[in-house]
T-cell receptor
Framework: GAVVSQHPSWVICKSGTSVKIECRSL??????MFWYRQFPKQSLMLMAT?????????EQGVEKDKFLINHASLTLSTLTVTSAHPEDSSFYIC???????????????FGPGTRLTVL | AQSVTQPDIHITVSEGASLELRCNYS??????LFWYVQSPGQGLQLLLK??????LVQGIKGFEAEFKRSQSSFNLRKPSVHWSDAAEYFC????????????FGQGTTLQVKP
């Protein structure tokens, strides 16, 4: 149980275009989803937290107009990188949790990540 | 402030040798502690977690960790390392705030010599 998928696993796009990354919880209801960015040889950097049906909460320094997050259902959250530039190239990882009750209350389950390369 | 420190950025051990990866945390309440492993280009896989109870926790792939409240530590151990254990290891503590955020350490890169 507690499987999280991400799509696509990798994407290459041209500078100035927008890219959407999907994060799905396959076998549980994810009331909360987290989006991370990871640079090579570094730890995960939390970008934003989203609760189903609410606006995402962005960490300090993360441009909310550039990284649009939507969490419209209990199984799907999307991250859209708008007007992507080469400096947005990175590894993006999502995680999901159930903050209502039950065995997943204090855990996060991670997706396999998406490698974004902006040319 | 809540934080996690992994003092060793890079560790090299010989295959078959024992391993200990250090993790120290600063957390105001009773912490929930996690160890994750990440292979190159992959997401995070949970090795083990501590919520309460027995302070020695067994995980997958032969790993274990011991919670020591007095030392604010949650060190990861394995008695005999295999070449396939080479990866990045992250210690995390949570939940932080109402959203359940996790606070991650900087990570430790494990290299295994044949």
């Amino acid at each position: 149980g507690a499987v999280v998928s991400q799509h696509p696993s990798w994407v290459i796009c041209k500078s100035g275009t927008s890219v959407k990354i999907e994060c799905r919880s396959l076998d549980f209801q994810a009331t909360t989803m987290f989006w991370y960015r990871q640079f090579p040889k570094q730890s995960l950097m939390l970008m934003a937290t989203s609760n189903e049906g609410s606006k995402a909460t962005y960490e300090q320094g993360v441009e909310k107009d550039k990284f649009l997050i939507n969490h419209a259902s209990l199984t799907l959250s999307t991250l859209t990188v708008t007007s992507a530039h080469p400096e947005d190239s990175s590894f993006y990882i999502c995680s999901a949790g159930d903050r209502t009750s039950g065995p997943y209350y204090n855990e996060q389950f991670f997706g396999p990540g998406t490698r974004l390369t902006v040319l | 402030a809540q934080s996690v420190t992994q003092p060793d950025i890079h560790i090299t051990v010989s295959e078959g040798a024992s391993l200990e990866l250090r993790c120290n945390y600063s957390y105001g309440a009773t912490p929930y502690l996690f160890w994750y492993v990440q292979s190159p280009g992959q997401g995070l896989q949970l090795l083990l977690k501590y919520f309460s109870g027995d302070t020695l926790v067994q995980g997958i792939k032969g790993f274990e960790a011991e919670f020591k409240r007095s030392q604010s530590s949650f060190n990861l151990r394995k008695p005999s390392v295999h070449w396939s254990d080479a990866a990045e290891y992250f210690c995390a503590v949570g939940p932080s705030g109402n959203t359940g955020k996790l606070i991650f350490g900087q990570g430790t890169t494990l290299q295994v010599k044949p």
